[in-house]
Structures are given as C-alpha cells and as structure tokens.
C-alpha cells in the first residue's frame, strides 16, 4: 500500500495570514503522462470531506482561488494564500494512483 | 446537482452484517463509479472500495474478506455489506461518487453523502 504522510498534523493560524501542508508519498504518485495522482480534500467541522485539489494542482470546481497545490512525484503541497475563518477543518491528502485507495492522516486547521 | 443518502440501521451486534444503502438522486447512477469510505470517531478517512454501474467491484484488500458491494440502477441505489463485524468497525459510513477518465483512471470523490454512524454494540 502507498503511505501517505502529512505535516503538520496541527497547524493554527491568524486569518488573512498563508498557511501549508505537507503531504509525502511512499512512492511516486508521477504517471508517465505527466499526471500526479494526489488529491486534496477538506473535512469541515460536522460535514463530509469535500474535494479542493485534484491531479496534484488542479482546483476542483467552485473551490477558491486562495487554495492551491504544487509538487510532483512524492512530495506535495497545499497552500492557502490568505486564511479565512470558513477554512477551518482537517484537510488530507489521498492517492488515487493505485488501490487501495490511501489518506493522509490529516491536518487540522484551526484559527488563533 | 447529484445528491447521496445514506440510511441503514445505526446499531449492529458483534458477529452480525452491517448493511447499509447509498441513494442516488439529481443524477444518473450509469457510467460512473461508486465508493464508500469510513471514518472512525474521531478518527482519519479509511477508503473501503467503489463499484462500476456494471457491478465491476474493487475492494480494499484490508477488509475485502469481509465486503460486498452491489448496485440497483434500476432504483438509483448501491449497497455495502460488511460482515463478522466488531467494535472496530465503528464508524461514519460515507458513500460517494468518483469521477474518472475515460480510461477508468480514478480521479477524485466529488460528491459524498452526509454520512451514517454505525456503532457495532451488543
């Protein structure tokens, strides 16, 4: 199985501040294609994940500008540019190269 | 807007079937991948295995002994049974549709139900 795993596993910060996670994969998420298989997602207090990043740095759908994702291979990145208050959550990465399917252990974000 | 239910018992005994059903609505159920995924109180998302429309399954290898899925299209509906169950099978049961590429490369979950606990409890 793939290991994912993310840093760090808190991460507090002031609104209108960046923020960024770490994901690493136990092996290369990189397909010959040049596609990273990496999604991230956000799991709001009380709700069901929803996905932000997909193929490593494509935004899904409706997902603001302020996320973004970077990396290749078996490091990735996600990025907030100006933290709000509705961001508050745990945020994982998962692999979607190979199955099983695998998550990172999670992220949580919370504001100071 | 495609929309995902859950609904099964919340309560199931040591040793028994846990059995829960996904309904789709707003959306077909054709052509697409189906998945379930779980999370433990208080704890991370586990991935337990998705289902093509056609009844094509892939399972998690970790509890695949134990897993069964099925699909209804006829009635917008899939289904997950998970069997011999114990405490650590305690777990928000999250059903979710996967988007893929022609290829049936997965993608990512784009759409995921609200989620049913079940607690495995005598």
């Known amino acids: 199985d793939i290991v994912m795993t993310q840093s760090p596993l808190s991460l507090p910060v002031t609104p209108g501040e960046p923020a960024s996670i770490s994901c690493r994969s136990s092996?290369?998420?990189?397909?010959?294609?040049?596609?990273?298989?990496l999604d991230w997602y956000l799991q709001k207090p009380g709700q069901s994940p929803q996905v932000l990043i997909y193929?490593?740095?494509n935004r899904a759908s409706g997902v603001p500008d302020r996320f973004s994702g970077s990396g290749s291979g078996t490091d990735f990145t996600l990025k907030i540019s100006r933290v709000e208050a509705e961001d508050v959550g745990v945020y994982y990465c998962m692999q979607v190269l190979q199955t099983p399917i695998t998550f990172g252990q999670g992220t949580r974000l919370e504001i100071k | 807007q495609v929309r995902l239910q859950e609904s099964g018992p919340g309560l199931v005994k040591p040793s028994e079937t846990l059995s829960l059903t996904c309904t789709v609505s707003g959306g077909s159920i054709s052509n697409y991948y189906w998945s379930w995924i779980r999370q433990p109180p208080g704890k991370g998302l586990e991935w337990i295995g998705y289902l093509y429309y056609t009844g094509r399954t892939n399972y998690n290898p970790s509890l695949k002994s134990r897993v069964t899925m099925s699909i209804a299209t006829s009635r917008d509906q899939f289904s997950l049974e998970l069997s011999s169950v114990t405490a650590a099978d305690t777990a928000v049961y999250y059903c979710?549709?996967?988007?893929?590429?022609?290829?049936?490369?997965?993608?990512?979950?784009?759409?995921w139900g609200q989620g049913s606990l079940v607690t495995v409890s005598s």
């Open positions: 979710a549709r996967v988007l893929s590429t022609v290829t049936s490369q997965i993608l990512y979950f784009d759409s």
């Open positions: 193929f490593g740095s």
């Open positions: 092996q290369s998420l990189l397909q010959s294609n040049g596609d990273n298989y």
